[in-house]
Nanobody, 123 residues
Framework: QVQLVESGGGLVQAGGSLRLSCAAS????????LGWFRQAPGKEREFVAA????????YYADSVKGRFTISKDNSKNTLYLQMNSLNPEDTAVYYC????????????????WGKGTLVTVSL
């Protein structure tokens, strides 16, 4: 059974940084394309970033490009999201996802979701 468990969320001041992690199990990790999505209070879930199976290609939403970095460590079965220059608009529950497909420039189709980790950015 596929499991995705996020960690690393918390409260941070505007301008600060956080690194989210997603521990994966249940399938050969190196075969997965993966992504991060987020859902702010009262809003729909939105795409944040995705990474190809090899980790050699990444794709970002315009709202986080240049501030967030997605990466994966196949030896540790872990996905990361480094978030810098955070602002209050980044406040949301962040979800890790395994993706059926990956193509740069296209929001991937999600196969499995984690349960999420809350990021709160204060002024």
């Amino acid at each position: 059974q596929v499991q995705l468990v996020e960690s690393g969320g918390g409260l941070v001041q505007a301008g600060g940084s956080l690194r989210l992690s997603c521990a994966a199990s249940g399938r050969t990790f190196s075969n997965w394309a993966l992504g991060w999505f987020r859902q702010a209070p009262g809003k729909e879930r939105e795409f944040v970033a995705a990474i190809s199976r090899s980790g050699g290609s990444t794709y970002y939403a315009d709202s986080v490009k240049g501030r967030f970095t997605i990466s994966k460590d196949n030896s540790k079965n872990t996905l990361y999201l480094q978030m810098n220059s955070l602002n209050p608009e980044d406040t949301a529950v962040y979800y890790c996802a395994s993706c059926r497909t990956y193509a740069a420039g296209i929001v991937p189709l999600v196969e499995y979701w984690g349960k999420g980790t809350l990021v709160t950015v204060s002024l």
